[in-house]
C-alpha cells in the first residue's frame, strides 16, 4: 500500500481530471457533503455559544460558593388563629454566626441583605436595590471598582452612611457629575458615596435560561445597585415588609436575603452543603431557605450541553449520512458509465488495487474538496447566527477537525464498496462493455 | 524463441448447467518475431483464443506458456503485471481513454508499471512521434480521427516493450486509407522484430502475415502459410 509521492500526485490529477469531466454531477454531488459539514460546525457553534453563555453566568456565581437563599415558607394560617401576625421567616443574623463559628472549613461568610428602595439625588430619582453586606463581599462576587473604593471595616463596626453605587445609576442620578463624594438620599437619609463599581449582572443570557433565571438577584424593577455596610442597611432599615394583599394587610420580617458561603476548593464544596444543611436544620422550624451550589448547577448545565451538543450533532450527521449515500449512489452510477474505462485500464495492466486507489481517490477527493468548502461555509453561518440573529456562537477547533474528518470518513466508507465494485469486474466484460 | 506454447488448451464457460466448449484441444506455437493472423466465422473461437493469449482469461485445461512462462497458474495481480508488461493491446474501437490527452493515454500502461513520469513523459513523446503524432500530444481522443486514435493505441502497445503484440481487427471501424496505414504501421514493426498476432474477418489483412490460422468450432481447421517465416 506504501504510496510514492509522485504517484499520489498522479492518481489526484488523474481524480480531477475524472471529475472535471462531470463538472456538474461532481459539484451537485459535493453538495450534500457541504452542507453536511457547515451543518456539523453550525449547529456545535451554535450549540457551545448557547451554553457557555449559561456557564459563564453560573461560573461568575463562584464555583467555590455555596449560596443559602431565604424563600418564602407558605404560611400557617393555623397557628396564627386568624389574628393578624408578623410573618417572620428566613435566614438570620444568627444563622451567618453560626456558620462561621461552628464550621471550620469555611473561608468566607457574607451575609447579605437586600431591598427596594427609591434613591435619590438632587430632583432625579431611581429605583434601586439595596445590597447591605460586608467588606468581604468582593471575595464572592467579582467587583471592578471604577472609581474611588469598596465598603472598608470600618464602615462597617462605624455603622457608616457610606455607600457604592453601580455604574448603572451614574448616568441615571448623576448625569456627568462625578457621583464620588456626593449624598444620595434614600429612604431619608442621606449616604456619601464613595465609589462606583462594574455592574454584576447574574442573569444568564439575554434569553434567560432556566438555571441563570433562578440565580438572578437583581429585582426586575431597580436600575442598580447600591451596596452598603450589612449595620448600616440593618439599623437604617426595617426589617418589615409591609405589602397589602387579598385586601389584608400583611407584614413580613425578614433579617437577611441571603449567606454567601465560600470554601477552599471546589471539592469541598458539596460536603460543605451538606454541613450547612444539617446546621440550618436544627436553627430553622420552617422550610424557609434553600441552598443554591453554582458549581451543581454549573455541572448540571454542562451535562444539558453535553446532551444538546449530541442532539445537533446526530442531526448533522445524519445530513451527512444522507450526503455520503448521495456520493455512493453518483459513484456507483459513474462505475458503471466507466465500466469499459476499467476494461481498458485492467487490459493495460492495472491491478484490482489500482482500480480501487482510483475510485477511491476519486470518492476522496470529491468528499474532501467538500468537507473543506463545508468548512467555509460553517465558519460563515455562524457569524451571520450572530449578527443577524443576536444569538452567541462559538466554533471550536474540535469541531472543524470533527467535521472534517467525518467528511473523510463518509468519502472512505461510501468510497469503498463502488471502488470495490469496479475493481472486481470482469476486464473482458468491461471491454465488451458500449 | 518461442513466444507462445499452447498445449492442448480447453476453455470451457458454464451457462447454466450447460457446458460450452469454445476452446477444445488446440495446440499452437508461436515463434519470436512472427506475423500471425487468425480467422474464423463469428463462433469459432477467436476472441476467446486473443483473451486467453492477452492473459484475460484463463484456461480451463492445458497450458499457456508466454515467453517461456506458465501463465495459466498465475494469480490476478502476476496477470495483470504480465499484461502490463509483456503484452500490447490494440483493440478495433481504439478503446482509449476519454478524459486523457494523446500523451497521457500512451502513458497509462507504464504508469501500472510503476515507471516515474519524467521517463514515462519522454517514452511516450518517442512513441507518438513514431506513430506520426508529435504534432496531437495535447488533444483529446475525441478531437482526433479514428486512424489518429488507432495510431495512439499503437503507440500505446508498444510502451512497456512487449514481446508480443494482440490485435483485435485493429482496421475494423477504419476507412481504407487509414486501415493502409495502421497497416502499414503494423507491417514495419514486424520488419523491425516484433512478434504479432492479429484477429481479423479482412483476408487483405491476413495477406500480410506469415501466418494464418483457420479457426471452426473452437479447434484449427488449418493453417496457411502467406509469407516466408
Same mark, same amino acid.
Given at each position: 500500500?506504501?504510496?510514492?509521492?509522485?504517484?499520489?500526485?498522479?492518481?489526484?490529477?488523474?481524480?480531477?481530471k475524472?471529475?472535471?469531466?462531470?463538472?456538474?454531477?461532481?459539484?451537485?454531488?459535493? @453538495?450534500?457533503?457541504?452542507?453536511?459539514?457547515?451543518?456539523?460546525?453550525?449547529?456545535?457553534?451554535?450549540?457551545?455559544?448557547?451554553?457557555? /453563555?449559561?456557564q459563564?453566568?453560573?461560573?461568575?456565581?463562584?464555583?467555590?460558593?455555596?449560596?443559602?437563599?431565604?424563600? /418564602?415558607?407558605?404560611?400557617?394560617?393555623?397557628?396564627?388563629?386568624?389574628?393578624?401576625?408578623?410573618?417572620?421567616?428566613?435566614?438570620?443574623?444568627?444563622?451567618?454566626?453560626?456558620?462561621?463559628?461552628?464550621?471550620?472549613?469555611?473561608?468566607?461568610?457574607?451575609?447579605?441583605?437586600?431591598?427596594?428602595?427609591?434613591?435619590?439625588?438632587?430632583?432625579?430619582?431611581?429605583?434601586?436595590?439595596?445590597?447591605?453586606?460586608?467588606?468581604?463581599?468582593?471575595?464572592?462576587?467579582?467587583?471592578?471598582?471604577?472609581?474611588?473604593?469598596? @465598603?472598608?471595616?470600618?464602615?462597617l463596626?462605624?455603622?457608616?452612611?457610606?455607600?457604592?453605587?453601580?455604574?448603572?445609576?451614574?448616568?441615571?442620578?448623576?448625569?456627568?457629575?462625578?457621583?464620588?463624594?456626593?449624598? @444620595?438620599?434614600?429612604?431619608?437619609?442621606?449616604?456619601r458615596v464613595?465609589?462606583?463599581?462594574?455592574?454584576?449582572?447574574?442573569?444568564?443570557?439575554?434569553?434567560?435560561?432556566?438555571?441563570?433565571a433562578?440565580?438572578?438577584?437583581?429585582?426586575?424593577?431597580?436600575?442598580?445597585?447600591?451596596?452598603?455596610?450589612?449595620?448600616?442597611?440593618?439599623?437604617?432599615?426595617?426589617?418589615?415588609?409591609?405589602?397589602?394583599?387579598?385586601?389584608?394587610?400583611?407584614?413580613?420580617?425578614?433579617?437577611?436575603?441571603?449567606?454567601t458561603?465560600?470554601?477552599?476548593?471546589?471539592?469541598?464544596?458539596?460536603?460543605?452543603?451538606?454541613?450547612? /444543611?444539617?446546621?440550618?436544620?436544627?436553627?430553622?422550624?420552617?422550610?424557609?431557605?434553600?441552598?443554591?451550589?453554582?458549581?451543581?448547577?454549573?455541572?448540571?448545565?454542562?451535562?444539558?450541553?453535553?446532551i444538546?451538543?449530541?442532539?445537533?450533532?446526530?442531526?448533522?450527521?445524519?445530513?451527512?449520512?444522507?450526503?455520503?449515500?448521495?456520493?455512493?449512489?453518483?459513484?456507483l452510477?459513474?462505475?458503471?458509465?466507466?465500466?469499459?474505462?476499467?476494461?481498458?485500464?485492467?487490459?493495460?495492466?492495472?491491478?484490482?488495487?489500482?482500480?480501487?486507489v482510483?475510485?477511491?481517490?476519486e470518492?476522496?477527493?470529491?468528499t474532501?474538496?467538500?468537507?473543506l468548502?463545508?468548512?467555509?461555509?460553517?465558519?460563515?453561518?455562524?457569524?451571520?447566527?450572530?449578527?443577524?440573529?443576536?444569538?452567541?456562537?462559538?466554533?471550536?477547533?474540535?469541531?472543524?477537525?470533527?467535521?472534517?474528518?467525518?467528511?473523510?470518513?463518509?468519502?472512505?466508507?461510501f468510497?469503498?464498496?463502488?471502488?470495490?465494485?469496479?475493481?472486481?469486474?470482469d476486464?473482458?466484460?468491461?471491454?465488451?462493455?458500449? | 524463441? +518461442?513466444?507462445?506454447?499452447?498445449?492442448?488448451?480447453?476453455?470451457?464457460?458454464?451457462?447454466?448447467?450447460?457446458?460450452?466448449?469454445?476452446?477444445?484441444?488446440?495446440?499452437?506455437?508461436?515463434?519470436?518475431?512472427?506475423?500471425?493472423?487468425?480467422?474464423?466465422?463469428?463462433?469459432?473461437?477467436?476472441?476467446?483464443l486473443?483473451?486467453?493469449?492477452?492473459?484475460?482469461?484463463r484456461?480451463?485445461?492445458?497450458?499457456?506458456?508466454?515467453?517461456?512462462?506458465? +501463465?495459466?497458474i498465475?494469480?490476478?495481480?502476476?496477470?495483470?503485471?504480465?499484461r502490463?508488461?509483456?503484452?500490447?493491446?490494440?483493440?478495433?474501437?481504439?478503446?482509449?481513454?476519454?478524459?486523457?490527452?494523446?500523451?497521457?493515454?500512451?502513458?497509462?500502461?507504464?504508469?501500472?508499471?510503476?515507471?516515474?513520469?519524467?521517463e514515462?513523459?519522454?517514452?511516450?513523446?518517442?512513441?507518438?512521434?513514431?506513430?506520426?503524432?508529435?504534432?496531437?500530444?495535447?488533444?483529446?481522443?475525441?478531437?482526433?480521427?479514428?486512424?489518429?486514435?488507432?495510431?495512439?493505441?499503437?503507440?500505446?502497445?508498444?510502451?512497456?516493450?512487449?514481446?508480443?503484440?494482440?490485435?483485435?481487427?485493429?482496421?475494423?471501424?477504419?476507412?481504407?486509407?487509414?486501415?493502409?496505414?495502421?497497416?502499414?504501421?503494423?507491417?514495419?514493426?514486424?520488419?523491425?522484430?516484433?512478434?504479432?498476432?492479429?484477429?481479423?474477418?479482412?483476408?487483405?489483412?491476413?495477406?500480410?502475415?506469415?501466418?494464418?490460422?483457420?479457426?471452426?468450432?473452437?479447434?484449427?481447421?488449418?493453417?496457411?502459410?502467406?509469407g516466408?517465416?
Amino acid at each position: 500500500m506504501a504510496m510514492h509521492v509522485s504517484t499520489i500526485k498522479r492518481t489526484v490529477t488523474l481524480g480531477l481530471k475524472s471529475l472535471w469531466m462531470h463538472r456538474l454531477r461532481s459539484a451537485l454531488t459535493m @453538495l450534500g457533503i457541504v452542507f453536511g459539514v457547515a451543518s456539523v460546525i453550525a449547529m456545535l457553534a451554535i450549540g457551545e455559544g448557547a451554553s457557555r /453563555e449559561a456557564q459563564d453566568a453560573i461560573a461568575r456565581l463562584g464555583s467555590t460558593n455555596l449560596i443559602v437563599e431565604t424563600v /418564602e415558607p407558605p404560611k400557617e394560617r393555623a397557628d396564627t388563629g386568624g389574628q393578624e401576625e408578623v410573618h417572620r421567616y428566613g435566614l438570620t443574623y444568627k444563622d451567618a454566626e453560626a456558620i462561621h463559628d461552628t464550621i471550620p472549613d469555611v473561608d468566607v461568610v457574607v451575609p447579605i441583605r437586600e431591598l427596594d428602595q427609591e434613591a435619590r439625588y438632587r430632583r432625579r430619582k431611581v429605583a434601586v436595590k439595596i445590597v447591605g453586606s460586608i467588606p468581604w463581599y468582593t471575595d464572592i462576587v467579582p467587583i471592578r471598582m471604577l472609581r474611588g473604593r469598596f @465598603l472598608s471595616s470600618i464602615d462597617l463596626r462605624q455603622q457608616q452612611n457610606v455607600c457604592v453605587i453601580d455604574e448603572r445609576l451614574v448616568a441615571g442620578l448623576f448625569g456627568f457629575e462625578d457621583p464620588v463624594g456626593k449624598d @444620595l438620599q434614600i429612604h431619608g437619609s442621606c449616604y456619601r458615596v464613595v465609589g462606583v463599581a462594574g455592574a454584576v449582572t447574574f442573569e444568564a443570557g439575554r434569553n434567560g435560561s432556566t438555571n441563570g433565571a433562578a440565580l438572578s438577584s437583581s429585582s426586575g424593577a431597580a436600575a442598580g445597585n447600591v451596596y452598603m455596610p450589612l449595620t448600616t442597611a440593618k439599623s437604617r432599615f426595617s426589617e418589615m415588609d409591609l405589602a397589602f394583599s387579598g385586601g389584608r394587610e400583611s407584614a413580613k420580617r425578614v433579617e437577611l436575603q441571603k449567606i454567601t458561603v465560600k470554601v477552599q476548593s471546589m471539592d469541598d464544596v458539596l460536603p460543605m452543603r451538606d454541613v450547612v /444543611e444539617a446546621l440550618l436544620k436544627r436553627l430553622h422550624e420552617k422550610n424557609d431557605y434553600r441552598i443554591v451550589v453554582p458549581l451543581e448547577l454549573l455541572r448540571q448545565a454542562r451535562r444539558t450541553q453535553f446532551i444538546f451538543s449530541i442532539v445537533l450533532g446526530s442531526i448533522a450527521a445524519i445530513s451527512l449520512l444522507v450526503g455520503g449515500i448521495g456520493i455512493m449512489n453518483i459513484m456507483l452510477a459513474t462505475v458503471s458509465e466507466r465500466t469499459r474505462e476499467i476494461g481498458i485500464r485492467r487490459a493495460l495492466g492495472a491491478r484490482k488495487h489500482d482500480i480501487v486507489v482510483q475510485f477511491l481517490s476519486e470518492t476522496l477527493l470529491l468528499t474532501l474538496a467538500g468537507g473543506l468548502l463545508g468548512i467555509l461555509l460553517g465558519l460563515l453561518i455562524p457569524l451571520l447566527v450572530t449578527h443577524f440573529g443576536d444569538m452567541p456562537t462559538i466554533i471550536t477547533s474540535t469541531s472543524l477537525v470533527l467535521a472534517f474528518g467525518i467528511s473523510a470518513a463518509v468519502g472512505i466508507t461510501f468510497g469503498l464498496y463502488p471502488a470495490y465494485r469496479a475493481a472486481n469486474m470482469d476486464p473482458i466484460e468491461s471491454l465488451r462493455h458500449e | 524463441m +518461442v513466444i507462445v506454447a499452447i498445449e492442448n488448451l480447453c476453455k470451457t464457460y458454464q451457462l447454466g448447467s450447460r457446458e460450452l466448449c469454445v476452446l477444445r484441444g488446440m495446440n499452437l506455437s508461436i515463434a519470436g518475431g512472427q506475423y500471425v493472423a487468425i480467422m474464423g466465422p463469428s463462433g469459432s473461437g477467436k476472441s476467446t483464443l486473443l483473451n486467453v493469449l492477452g492473459c484475460l482469461d484463463r484456461v480451463t485445461s492445458g497450458t499457456y506458456e508466454l515467453a517461456g512462462q506458465d +501463465v495459466s497458474i498465475l494469480s490476478d495481480d502476476e496477470l495483470s503485471r504480465i499484461r502490463g508488461a509483456r503484452i500490447g493491446f490494440i483493440f478495433q474501437s481504439y478503446n482509449l481513454i476519454a478524459q486523457l490527452n494523446v500523451i497521457e493515454n500512451i502513458e497509462v500502461p507504464m504508469y501500472y508499471q510503476g515507471r516515474s513520469e519524467r521517463e514515462s513523459v519522454s517514452r511516450a513523446r518517442e512513441l507518438a512521434d513514431m506513430v506520426g503524432l508529435a504534432d496531437r500530444l495535447t488533444h483529446r481522443p475525441f478531437e482526433l480521427s479514428g486512424g489518429e486514435q488507432q495510431r495512439v493505441a499503437i503507440a500505446r502497445a508498444l510502451t512497456n516493450d512487449p514481446v508480443m503484440i494482440l490485435a483485435d481487427e485493429p482496421t475494423g471501424n477504419l476507412d481504407s486509407e487509414s486501415g493502409a496505414e495502421i497497416m502499414r504501421i503494423l507491417q514495419e514493426l514486424h520488419a523491425r522484430g516484433r512478434t504479432l498476432v492479429i484477429v481479423t474477418h479482412d483476408s487483405n489483412v491476413a495477406a500480410r502475415a506469415q501466418r494464418t490460422i483457420h479457426l471452426l468450432d473452437g479447434r484449427i481447421e488449418r493453417e496457411e502459410r502467406t509469407g516466408p517465416l
